[in-house]
Structure formats: structure tokens, C-alpha cells
């Protein structure tokens, strides 16, 4: 756990500040003009954003880049509001459990959190977070016409949403593509697959490990968001349905054909180790030159393009997920959202209003990515009309061919709010599901075994 | 007490008084007490007293509508759980195996060292090492430096051995051997510490004795170090079963019950099923289980070493 400290950039900054405060006045009248510009787009919005003025919100993120960009322009939201916010960073492993329990003991210690779209349906069961609907209908909270609510990527929106009800908004997000080396694919004639046995031939025929190059890796590693995280993609392309009249069913045929497809695939074409591999240790691999491709998050591109430690930037190609038998293809509808904790005052509630507004509005969202100062921008905004924003494209089209176009196709014609099965029980589901997809991975068990078992664990999760 | 024992006898008022003083003074002695005490309660008896409470109830964070009072109902359902069994049985193996290597290998060491004219200081710094470093810290240090296959250290032996590469964690039984190993590698050295100073305390004349009478080096290990490092090595096995028996933190950066569940210690379905799960009550019975196990064996343990 580690709370926001000044870190060097920000010290030098001050000092740098301090020492135009001491020299030269008309610099600091035209700082001050800035910072009187710096808000105009905000004070467009008719409501009145001093309301809860005075109030301190805490917030947990995940420490990630998209998020550091925040933290970095969060000053200029005190100024807005005058509400002091607090940030706190917990890694992903654990933000899930801190959350739950900060929730479940009523503290409400975190006014709100970067949060699991996968978790909604359980907040909402325990109504531990506030329906949002009221907020964005309320005249002096929201501003329609200035927040533009709409404009929110809605595949997003829908992942947040339980029961059509609007629980968090999405903040930051990604698509799953497939992320190839143009290079090697061009030098054997081999195009991106189009669908999912062209997947494994193009694996196949790039998998050399005696010269140290894979053919591809798939995320391996047990966990509700590791492997649980690749396999539903591929259960949604078999065709695989996670509620068969209203019974949820994680085993039969087309998750048996789902299961092999993806075990044969990593024991083929991807490294031994890759079956303790997270999304981070694949996108560092792959940047190493040690794999030809993978599937997985969209922003894994920044990894990959790092031109401290990557050695393939400008060899780097994108394309969609590869469909599956039945000509679908299935997108993660991953993104992190902000909720409102229902264990707090009113006029904190509001003031935690006030922030996601700020966060999730256009003009935050490219402050903290093509118009951010750092060197590091967002790939993950959750504005449509930021995608097609020019500057935005094609500072996005620097990571690769067809980058912009694979991710929107993505976005727009690829993703499954039935992805995952969204329940309150997903958190065991999950954790079942990975244990069993590891199982068959490691020959514990076999496919059809692992699965069975599964089933007749999840079953009794599901009986009130 | 003792001022009441003091003024006993010395006359009727004298008596009442000294009695008095007494109980003020017990008092007094309780008042002083109370604070650690009711800390004690507060930080580890209720905490047991709620954990066997909890598992009574059916608590499930995914469905709160269903949660109440429930019983024995999660002690059925945990007797025909196979995982539970499964993971009873991966401790009972982890226990066993790690115990048992501790004990020899601490004991060959203390023997070995025993003998070393010089530099036996520096030998004791040096294995005192690992048992210093947190276990979560040596879980990452295994499952990144040591066993990560093509990149680690022992998978690098392994290959210019003639093995080739394995997949240390992707493997159920590899996994195993894997997280015995680790807390073996950690732990042997308080084993060994404990040992060699039973070993250096041992009389020098009863082995002069063994060796007039013309008794082998083995005759006296058997006949004269093992009888008398018998209590030594008790307690060493006990005090490293019930560590064993509650291990958590190596296996759960290690492998994290994996690959399936073939490293799931019963510590560690406990866990998963309460804060992965969320299912608390059915967590904590686990939990309980756990418990009873623990009390069961260090109590034969205990009777064993009172045997003899």
C-alpha cells in the first residue's frame, strides 16, 4: 500500500515555481492566467462544482500508468472543487479483497475505487455501492449536455450496468487483439490469423525454440483475471452459452472443444514457462523477441513499444481477435470504473460524484492522454469521440500497424457482455474456472475431467 | 499473598486488617493485570471464539440474502468435500516430508560440524541466513531466480546436466518436490542450530568409555548420541510440525496452491474459499478443521515425547 509522496518531477517542479515566484512577477501573472484557462472547460458544465467544498475523499487505484496521469493532474480538480482527494495505490492482486472488505465493514474508508466490472453484480446484491442513474439525473450534480454520458464506450457502460442499472463509470479500458511480429510472419509469407485454426498453424509454423522464438503465449497463470481472463473469449467462440436455460453449465461439448484448443495451443506453440505467465511476463517476452505473437490486451502495446527495454519496436503489427468456429470473435469487456461507496455521508457521496465526473469526463480523459505532459499516454480512454480524435489517432498509430483499426473494430463489433458470466458468485466461479483450466494445462487433469469437476463445484455456489 | 500469611494469628483486628490489605492488594495485582489481559482476549481468544462462531453460519458475501444460522451444516459439507480431503492429504505429505528432511539433514550437519576444528563460527552465521529472510521473500526468490524454466538457476543446472528443462511449478508432482524443497532449504538451519548445541553439550566422558570398550562410531551414534539427543529432537519435531502444518506465505507465492490444486495446502483452501470465494462461514469451518488437525497431532506429538 503506498499513499501519493511528491516524487522528484513534482519536487523540481515546486522548486522551479518557487524560483519564477521570487524573479519574475509577470511570469506568475501569466501562470496565474493559465491556471484561470486551465478550468474554463470545466466551468462550461451548469452546475455548481464548489458544492462540497472542504470535503477529503479517498480513492484506490491500481499503480499503472493511466492512473499515475490522474494522480498527476488530480491538483487541478482541488481547484475546481475544493475537495482534497487522497489516493491510494493497491496492486491489482489485492485491490479486489481491500475493496470487499472496506465494503463489507461499512468503514467507508474508500469513497471509491478502481473496480473489477466483474464485481458490480455483487455490490449490487449487497447494495454496498450507489446506483448511479439518480446522480446523472440530478440537474445540480450532472450537467448531460457537458458530460456527455453517451459518448462513453457503451460496451463499457453495459460491463458497469447490472440489470440495465448504472453502478460505476468507466474510467480507463482495453479490447483483446492479437499482437504479431510482421517481421517473421512476413519472412514465412504468413498473414494475421482470421480465425482460430489459422491461429495455431501460424504458431506452429513460427515455433523454433532451438533459435529461442515461441510461437505464441497465452496468459497461463491460475487466477479469475489471468487465465480466467483468455479463456472466455475462446469458450464464447466455441459457441459455449455459461447459462443453459437459466442452469449455469461450465463443462460440455463446446467447452471440452474450447478447453483442448487453448491447452494443445500453449503445449505446442508457447514456452513451457508461459504456464505461469501473467499478461506482464508475455508482453516482456514478446519485447524481448522470444515470442512471434499473443493474444491479449490492447494496452500490453505500451510494453511492447517501451524504448527502454523493448528490441522489436517498428517489427510490431495488430488484428482482431481470430474467429471461432462459429464465426464470432469475443473481446474482453475489461475496464476500471468508478463506483460511489454507499457507506458514507451525503455530501461525500456527492463530492465522490463530482470526481468521476471529473475523471470520466473528455476533457480529464485527454488531459491525461494525447495532451498529457509526461511520456507516457493512455491507450485505454473511454471516449468514442477521443478515437477518432486525429491528434489522438495518430499519436495511438506510433505503436504499430493497424493498431487504431484492430482496436476499434474491436470495440465496436467484437465484445460480449457475456463474457463472463455476471453474477454475484463470479468471484468463486472464477477462481474455480482457473483452477480447473490450470489443472488440464499441467495434465493434473484431463479436459473433460477438469471441467466436470468444475461443474459440480460451481453448482452448489449457485443454490440460495 | 504473603502479606496474609504474615499477620495470621496476630489477634482478631490485626486478622480482618491484614485480610483486608489482602484483597485490596489482590485487587490492586488484578487491576494491573487487566489491561494485558483483555488485550490478550481481545487479539487472540475472541478472534478463536468468532472463527468457531463464523463457522456455524452460512455467510456468503455472493448471496447474502441466503446467509443464517446453519449449524453443523458446513462440517457435513466439508466431510464429503474432495477437495478438503485433497488438501488435507498434499499437508500431511507437505508436513511429513519437510519434517522428516529437516531432522536429517539438520542432524547430518550438526555432526559434520561438530567435528570442524575451525571456522564452525562463520559455518553457523552463514546457515542461520535463510532462516532470517520472510517466507514470501524466499517464495519469490525461488519462483523467479531459481525455478523459472529456461531463465532460473536450477532449471540452467538441470539442462547442463543432462536433464533438460522442466517445468518446476507446471508440473502437480514437480510442483510438489518443488515447495518441499524450498521450505526445507529454509528451515533445516533451525534444526541444525537446535542440534548442534544439544550435541556440544554432551558429556565427553561417556564416549571415552564407549571407546575403552571398543564400541564402532556407529554403535556409539546409535547407543549414545540418539538416546541423549532424543529430547533435542522431539522437540524440534514438534515445534516444526505445527509450523509446517500452518505454512502459508512460500507455497502462496510459489505456486499458489497450483499447477490445479496440487500444491493446495489446507491452509490455503481456507483461504481461497473465504476471500476468494467469499464464502466465510464454510471458510472459517475449514479453518476450524485445520485447527483441530494442528491440536491432534502436536498432541500425540507431546504424548510420544512424554512416553519415555
Redesign the interface.
Known sequence: MMSFRPTRRTFLKTGTAAAALIGIAPAVLRQAGAQEADLAPYKAAKIDWQQASGETITVAVIPASYFENLITVAPQFKALTGIDVRFEKIPPAQIRQKAVIDLTSKTGTYATHAADPMYYSLYAANKWVEPLDSYRADKSLTDSDWFKFDDIIPAWRAADSVDGKLYGVPYDGEVTIQVYRKDLYDAKGLKPADDLAAFVSNAAALNTPNDRVWGTALRGVAGAGQNMYIYPSIFREFGGEWFKGGKLTVNGPEAEQALSWYVDLMRRSAPTAAANWNWPDIADAFSQGTLASYIDAHSSASVVNNPEKSKVIGKVAYARWPKGPTGKRVSSIWNWGFPINAAQTEKKKKATWLFIQWAASAETQARTAHRFAGPTKRSGVNRTSIWRDAEYVKLMNGFGDNFVDATMASLQGDTDVDWRPRVPQWPAIGDTMATAIQSALSGQATVKAALDDAQRRVEPMMRG | MKPATATAGTGAASGDLGRALAQRERRFAAALLAPAFMALLATTTFPLVFLMWASAFRMD??????DGFVGLENYRTLLTDD?FWSSLLVSLVYTGATVVLQVALGLALALLVMDMKRGQGWFRVVAILPVVLSPAVVGMIW?TFML????GIVDYLAINAGLG?K?W????VLAMISVIVIHTWQWTPFAFMVLLASLASLPEDIYEAARLDRASALHRFRRITLPLLRPAIVMVIIMRTMVALTAFAAIFTVT???????TEILNLYAY?KS?????IGYGSALAVALLIVTLLISGILFALRRAK
Request: glycine content about 16%; overall charge neutral; proline content about 13%.
Open positions: 458475501l455472493a448471496m447474502p440474502f441466503a477437495r519462483r523459472a524454466p529456461e531463465f528443462s517445468n511449478l507446471g508440473d502437480p499458489g496452491g497450483g499447477p490445479g490444486t496440487a481461497r476471500f476468494t470465494e467469499l464464502s
